[in-house]
């Protein structure tokens, strides 16, 4: 996963919104595509920009597909921006 791709993943309204859905636990993608106001190509896009950037694993079962948050990719962009912002606080309290 390149950083890069995860960021582009995040940038769109309905990506982060998929990833709140699956913080949940796994949902089906005709689950997940119930929820929004969108057509199936659109929604697979949307799927395949997220696998993509490791954001979220599939698996098929039979006719569906499963599709759930990878936890452990999602952990290391936090743990980035957090390092982010633990480095702004040290450099700000430095200033004063």
């Known amino acids: 996963m390149s950083s890069n791709e995860a960021f582009k ?3 769109d309204p309905t990506r982060r919104e998929i990833l709140a ?5 796994e949902m089906t993608a005709g689950a997940l595509a119930e929820k929004f106001d969108m057509t199936k190509p659109s929604m697979s ?4 920009v997220l696998k993509e950037a ?5 698996r098929r079962e039979g006719q569906q597909i499963w599709y759930g948050l990878n936890t452990s990719v999602v ?9 982010l912002i633990n480095d702004g606080n040290k ?3 430095k200033r004063q």
């Open 45 to 48: 896009h949307h799927f395949t």
């Open 9 to 11: 993943a995040l940038a």
């Open 54 to 58: 490791d954001l979220i694993t599939s």
């Open 75 to 83: 952990e290391d962009l936090m743990a980035w921006a957090m390092g």
């Open 91 to 93: 450099k700000g309290a």
């Open 21 to 25: 859905l699956l913080r949940r636990g």
